[in-house]
């Protein structure tokens, strides 16, 4: 089982929640670089992390359900 974008799904998140993402700007950097990455990785589907940009939703484990998305379908085209 393929477990690389989960984790860093998860390193997104816990980085998001515990350190950055109480200094407002560096917060929404992160965030806007993880949309990047998961644009590239999962296509259309990936902008579901700009979620995270929304002050409130900032607490959902988007990135990690993201990442278990992306394994999922790399486990499947194999």
Same mark, same amino acid.
């Given at each position: 089982?393929?477990?690389f974008?989960?984790?860093? #799904? $998860? %390193?997104?998140?816990?980085?998001?929640?515990?350190i950055v993402?109480?200094? *407002?700007?560096?917060?929404d950097?992160?965030? !806007?670089?993880?949309?990047?990455l998961?644009?590239?990785v999962l296509g259309p589907? #990936? $902008? %579901?992390?700009?979620?995270?940009?929304?002050p409130?939703?900032d607490?959902? *484990?988007?990135n990690?359900?993201l990442g278990? !998305?992306?394994?999922?379908?790399?486990?499947?085209?194999?």
């Open positions: 089982m393929r477990v974008y989960t984790l860093i #799904g $998860l %390193a997104l998140d816990l980085f998001d929640w515990l993402g109480m200094i *407002p700007l560096v917060g950097i992160v965030d !806007l670089a993880a949309t990047v998961w644009l590239k589907v #990936g $902008l %579901a992390a700009a979620v995270e940009l929304i409130a939703a607490i959902l *484990p988007t990690l359900a278990i !998305l992306a394994d999922y379908r790399a486990e499947a085209e194999k």
